[in-house]
């Protein structure tokens, strides 16, 4: 899960969201939730606090169903709409990595192609974007689970 927003808000969402999906997974032996049925309950969350306390997040979900032996990504913003994307970004500079995942993505690429559309993503930031932000952290999800591919030095030592 990916979340942009306000320190506060990323925290208590986040964490309410993992402990829920963990409290299911152990009401009911082991089971865990699909990818879609994570996503549906996090737009559910954020629908109900909407109405009495909103929580300033948006959100990629992304996962990999054992089930389907698929992986899918799903977009959730502030005001709780969700859908499922190919590719996603968020933030200020999402514009520009948008319109570079809308020329290059396909389906069917290998995850050396994906890592190198990342990664022009990134060199656009540096070239287009206000702010200079020097590390970034590419993650990889996949049926192995989730790891880390670096670009640039790395954050935790900054």
Excluded: W
Excluded at 81 to 102: E, R, T
């Amino acid at each position: 899960m990916g979340v942009a927003g306000p320190n506060a808000d990323v925290v208590n969402f986040t964490e309410y969201i993992a402990k829920n999906l963990k409290l299911y997974e152990l009401s009911n032996d082991g089971m865990k939730l699909s990818t879609h049925a994570q996503a549906n309950f996090a737009r559910g969350e954020l629908a109900t606090a909407l109405r009495r306390g909103p929580y300033q997040v948006n959100i990629l979900l992304g996962g990999y169903d054992d089930s389907t032996k698929k992986g899918s990504l799903y977009f959730l913003d502030y005001l709780a709409s969700c859908q499922k994307v190919k590719y996603g970004s968020q933030g200020y500079a999402s514009s520009f990595c948008l319109s570079i995942m809308d020329k290059e993505c396909r389906d069917g690429m290998s995850e050396a192609d994906a890592i190198a559309i990342v990664e022009k993503c990134i060199t656009e930031i540096h070239t287009r974007f206000l702010i200079s932000q020097k590390n970034f952290m590419i993650k990889v999800i996949d049926k192995d689970g989730v790891r880390v591919n670096k670009f640039g030095a790395d954050p935790a030592e900054t």
